[in-house]
């Protein structure tokens, strides 16, 4: 919980990928101490250990997940900023007058700086694991792109098939004076079947760390990679008071511009995990596909769809994605059995 009480010292605390910038003010807002810190576990533990407790005040960035854990194991008060809300103005931006701004911010009132929350290091191993498998299978999309518009280029075509089984398909159609640009290519791709299939096997040994994942499986369309994502992402459903919160958090709601009279409609905000949100997108497109069965969600989105208009199946989509992250919510907290036409029977 955060305090509002001005705390004895606030130290704000400007990471560097090498070096880091602390700045220390009192309880009068008097700057008491300005230092340089090595941006390793040795020096912000000689830095931040054997002191009276503090409030500690960084950005959220690649190193502030160790760093705040390791601050808050030696008695301090973390408070993890949002980066994209704390500087409205950039304008004489420093890592000097960073340092300063985050202390006088979480001294003053620390909800100014949009605090984050950051998964355990137990979870953020395992989201590890499935961010690697997404960037291998985004390199295997690169890879067969290429060997795609490589052969149009020769005047020829490769037939379509399964990104699985794309290489010894088109082993067979690349015309012979590209076979010998185009065949490491393919190679390459065997090779990132084999460790997506590596990958997979992994995720499967994880995902029975979690009992959770067999409820929100119930929805058709929500596999066991989309799931276990969900979970780790949010990792403590309790975080959100409320089912509908869940939305914003994956960047799936509208932005706000609110000023008076005028009130624009936006795009989304794509706010929070970008592979989380891609999952709930996919999972969605499954729901509103020739696949999908009938139920409240796809009815949800073909009435949306229905109405028309410039990109009307984009935000039907988008709009089914929001209310799949609800849902799933909604069963992970109550432990209920999905009833796909739930809203339907209610209307009878």
Request: charged share 25%; aromatic share 4%; with cysteine.
């Amino acid at each position: 919980m955060l305090t509002t009480a001005f705390p004895k010292i606030t130290v704000g605390l400007d990471v560097g990928d090498r070096q880091s910038r602390t700045c220390e003010i009192d309880a009068s807002a008097q700057v008491v101490r300005e230092a340089v810190v090595s941006t390793t576990t040795a020096a912000i533990a000689g830095y931040f250990a054997e002191r009276e407790p503090c409030r500690v005040v960084l950005e959220a960035g690649t190193h502030s997940p160790w760093i705040s854990r390791q601050i808050e194991r030696l008695g301090h008060e973390v408070i993890v900023g949002n980066p994209a809300r704390m500087y409205p103005h950039k304008r004489r931006k420093n890592d000097r007058r960073d340092a300063s701004f985050m202390a006088r911010q979480g001294r003053a009132d620390p909800e100014l700086l949009c605090p984050i929350r950051h998964r355990s290091a137990h979870a953020q191993e395992h989201l590890e694991l499935l961010r690697a498998r997404n960037q291998v299978v985004s390199v295997r999309t690169k890879l067969i792109n290429h060997v795609r518009s490589a052969v149009k280029t020769a005047g020829a075509r490769v037939g379509s098939s399964s990104a699985e089984s794309f290489a010894l398909r088109a082993r067979s159609q690349i015309p012979p004076e590209l076979r010998g640009a185009l065949q490491p290519i393919l190679s390459m791709i065997l090779g990132t079947n084999e460790q997506i299939d590596a990958l997979d096997r992994e995720v499967s040994q994880v995902a029975r760390e979690y009992p959770e994942l067999s409820r929100l499986q119930q929805i058709p369309g929500v596999g066991e990679l989309t799931s276990l994502a969900y979970v780790l992402l949010v990792e403590d459903p309790s975080r959100f008071e409320r089912s509908r919160d869940v939305g914003p958090f994956f960047g799936l709601v509208p932005r706000l511009d609110q000023s008076s009279d005028s009130s624009p409609q936006l795009r989304i905000s794509k706010a929070g995990d970008v592979m989380g949100r891609r999952l709930l997108i996919s999972a969605a497109h499954y729901i509103l596909g020739p696949h999908g069965r009938p139920c409240d969600l796809r009815r949800y989105g073909e009435a949306i769809a229905a109405r028309g208009g410039t990109n009307a199946k984009k935000r039907a989509v988008v709009a089914v994605a929001r209310k799949l992250s609800v849902l799933l919510h909604k069963l992970w907290v109550s432990g209920a059995t999905y009833d796909p036409d739930r809203q339907l029977k209610r209307q009878v």
